[in-house]
């Protein structure tokens, strides 16, 4: 069974991330322990605020990494691995994303820094694209990899899931929708009951992410409902950077009111409060006033 499902950082506690944590009866898995900012937004730089909670985020990244067994790489953006904690990977097993193959230039040479840094230090390194892997009870499956978002643009990713008994989670890494077929037909193979999805892009809509994409990614979005007995949706990321992001699935909302099925935020799956610190960056600026300019990895 899985007896815990953890969302460590995302973009509802107030920085870009989907770390999660995933506790079965005999293993605890990390997918994509990293943490980032927002490096511009309204022509703003980070407020102190969203400083303060990307440092929170990493303890509690670092605290869980510590725990696991596995540690998961879906991509090689900076809000999905650190390259400069390398320490996290030692004595684990761990599984990647192809680093040579199905990338872009950008991810491939960033994907070589990771590798180079966390060299001989996880107890197991394999790459994940495609394969699935049973450790104990617990089931790990991956997808091949898939677009980050709508097109080839910004790489692939790959999607996992995980099964423990009757339980069934997913996790879609950065698929932002889903819109493209490809996406969905894992989701929908693998079935399961718990998914969290990281959201159409639509603080970007009408420039990086049509109107198009959008349509698609609410008919997937329903398509998963109606076809799977899906307990709870969780989406987030690049979803959560536009304020209006409700009003934006008003269809999936609607479909996944009838199928009972709950559709939250990361921040109200672990009920805690919803904090869109970078969609709310200029309001920060305008109650707290100029913040201390920090360093920060672009994504």
Request: proline share 5%.
């Amino acid at each position: 069974m899985i007896q815990k499902i953890v969302p460590l950082a995302f973009d509802s506690f107030g920085v870009r991330s989907m770390a999660t944590f995933i506790e079965t009866d005999d293993l605890k898995i990390l997918i994509d322990p990293g943490a980032a900012l927002g490096p511009i937004r309204y022509g703003l730089t980070p407020h102190f605020l969203e400083w303060q909670k990307l440092d929170e985020s990493w303890r509690r990244i670092k605290r869980q990494a510590k725990e696991a067994d596995v540690l998961i790489v879906t991509h090689y953006h900076y809000d999905h691995h650190d390259p400069d904690a390398p320490e996290l990977y030692k004595n684990k097993i761990v599984f990647i994303k192809h680093p040579t193959e199905n990338i872009n230039l950008s991810q491939k040479g960033r994907a070589t820094l990771f590798l180079k840094a966390i060299s001989e230090k996880p107890k197991k390194l394999e790459i994940a694209d495609g394969k699935s892997f049973r450790i104990g009870k617990t089931q790990i499956t991956f997808s091949k990899a898939v677009c980050h978002g709508t097109n080839p643009r910004l790489g692939y990713v790959t999607e996992v899931s995980i099964k423990s008994g009757s339980d069934r989670f997913l996790y879609t890494s950065d698929v932002e929708g889903p819109s493209l077929p490809e996406q969905i037909e894992f989701i929908l193979k693998e079935k399961p009951d718990i998914l969290f999805v990281d959201g159409p892009m639509t603080y970007m809509l009408g420039f990086r992410y049509s109107y198009k994409s959008l349509e698609s990614s609410n008919n997937n979005l329903v398509k998963a409902i109606t076809k799977l007995s899906l307990d709870t949706l969780v989406l987030d990321h690049h979803f959560l950077r536009d304020l209006n992001y409700k009003l934006r699935i008003k269809p999936v909302y609607e479909v996944a009111e009838k199928h009972k099925v709950k559709v939250v935020t990361a921040a109200e799956f672990c009920g805690r409060k919803i904090e869109m610190l970078e969609a709310l960056r200029k309001e920060l600026y305008a109650k707290h006033g100029e913040v201390e300019v920090k360093g920060n990895k672009s994504l």
